[in-house]
């Protein structure tokens, strides 16, 4: 089952052959002269965020700059490019030097060819103005600039600063002999990755030992699970020195739904992190804020953490006290699975319109139907069932049923088989054509269970007693070992929410993603270790759905000393 598209492998390349040469040229023109921005990336960053970013990575005019090599891998429009060639040139003015010092110090990649043609022209001028001749001109773009792929490309010797920000193209917008053939050079693009997570790979990969890139992009590589082989990479060999949330800032020229973090990773053996949140963008604020970065201790808009990165696991970037929360329950407590709790996801059929319906008015055999719970039936906080429906396909053993025993059944499919049949899943496996995406278990509709939605701000846990099966937009736990009641009041808790808000990835106006990846890392205890008075406290705190409730009694169930509470936002007396 999908449980979000983030995570989806894309099967659908994973059994064609591999391409020749002419094809990845050709997929490679087709990106170059594309018209459509979107199919190139082209995301364009503020001012004063480069500036910051040249701060950060330590790109200054007081550093012999033009003796330095600094890689653009995606230079669009030149946003980093002209700040990175006034501070070049202020350097080389300083110390003196002819035009063939500059030659090396800058190498950068443009694919889109309109684009390439566009930002060397400005170039060129703007050399022109800074007292250039054409012909020096000419000659310094043309050392300096390249239009071509850069996953692809020779690059040359390795370089002292990485900078820009990479090229936001999802997969299925990129030609399949390209894709499978960045597939087969770049270990770090892993099912659903975005191409900006290649770009950081290869980038660090030529970076010289000491040497720093400074990226601006989305933060969800650092805890979804595409990101697992890109952390384990650097992990390996780098070192992630400053880490700076923009989430909520606007540091682009236009708005884009994307959540933005800049990271400075450098070649280097691993140590502490310093971290800012959310910063106010002007120049002097930024201008403050490098400073206290590059000083790598705490002061009020700088938080250092110890151990952020660690093979393939979810970065941890939130607030040092919360960090020692997790860590003490994670190396004390088993997971939520551990503690014989099962977390999965509803049904989904690919074709609602034609499989779900309402329950009633569902022209099936009795046992070919079941009653469904959407997040509709549960947005009081306990079901309110609307009288929905889904069609069961499945015998009980797991295979399809023999229609020709059901012909009532038959007959439904048949009447919305145009619809049905539409679907990948259909067209894959002709002869199972009604089959729903997920096998349907009627046992599940009878266990008792917590429904869980995906999206949310705060924790939303609704007890359903074994009535209903859940659709695909819910995600569901079950138990045979502890009181669901009980659960339901540590779910409610800020435990998990602690957990959720740690490992998930944040969404637009705080919400968080109850997905099941991350309610498996909930740390509970074993219910035969809950004594029976903590029991009975559990349940009618999980029966009241009071979050102050749930947290009083909660935070004794884990022992949480007064610090502790505090970092959770209890009482810490």
Known sequence: ???????????????????????????????AASEIEDGHGAVYTRPEVVEFILDLVGYTDGVALHRCRLLEPSFGAGDFLRPVLRRLLTAWRRDGGSVADLQQALVAFELHRETFEATRSALIAELVDEGFTSAE???????????????????????????????????????????????????????????????????????KQGGSQGFICAD????????GPL????????????????????????????????????????????????????HEFLSSLARDLANGGD?????????????????????????????????????????????GIGVATGADKAFIGEFSALDVEADRKL????????????????????????????GLVDLTKYPRLAAYLERNRTLI????????????????????????????????????????????????????NLYFVVSDSWDLRALQAVLLSSIARLFISTYSTKMRGGFLRFQAQYLRRIRVPQWAHVPPEMRAKLVEAGESRSRLRCDEVVFDLYHLNAAERAALGGNGG
């Open 1 to 31: 089952m999908i449980e979000d598209p983030d995570l989806q492998t894309l099967a659908l390349f994973d059994d064609l052959p591999v391409p020749q040469e002419a094809s990845v040229a050709s997929a490679v023109e087709l990106l």
């Open 137 to 207: 001109a000419d000659t310094l773009t043309a050392s300096w600039l390249r239009q071509g792929d850069f996953l692809l490309a020779d690059v040359g010797s390795p370089f002292d600063f990485v900078v820009g920000n990479p090229p936001y193209v999802r997969q299925e917008l990129i030609p399949t002999p390209l894709l499978r053939e960045y597939r087969r050079r770049f270990r770090t693009l892993y099912d659903r990755a975005d191409l900006y997570v290649p770009f950081i790979e290869r980038s660090l990969s030529l970076l």
């Open 299 to 343: 002061s009020e808009h700088v938080k250092v953490l110890a151990k952020v990165t660690g093979g393939d696991a979810p970065w941890l970037l939130d607030a040092a006290d919360q960090m020692a929360v997790i860590r003490r329950l994670e190396a004390e407590l088993p997971t939520l699975e551990e503690a014989g709790c099962k977390v």
């Open 220 to 227: 969800r590589w650092m805890k979804n699970r595409y990101g």
């Open 231 to 282: 952390r384990a990479f650097i992990d390996g060999g780098f070192h992630l020195r400053i880490f700076v949330d923009m989430v909520g800032t606007q540091p682009f020229m236009r708005e884009v739904a994307t959540y933005p973090a800049i990271t400075v990773i450098s070649r280097q053996h691993g140590g502490p992190t310093a971290t800012a949140h959310r910063p106010i963008l002007t």
């Open 371 to 398: 009653p469904l719970v959407t997040t509709k039936d549960i947005q009081s906080g306990e079901v309110e069932w609307k009288g929905n429906g889904v069609i069961n396909p499945f015998e009980d053993t797991g």
């Open 421 to 472: 049949q539409k679907r990948h899943c259909a067209q894959k496996a002709p002869a199972n054509w009604y089959r729903t995406i997920d096998r349907i278990t009627p046992a599940l509709a009878r266990k008792p269970k917590l429904l869980i939605p995906d999206i949310k701000g705060e924790a939303h846990i609704v007890f359903e007693p074994g009535n209903l099966y859940p659709h695909h």
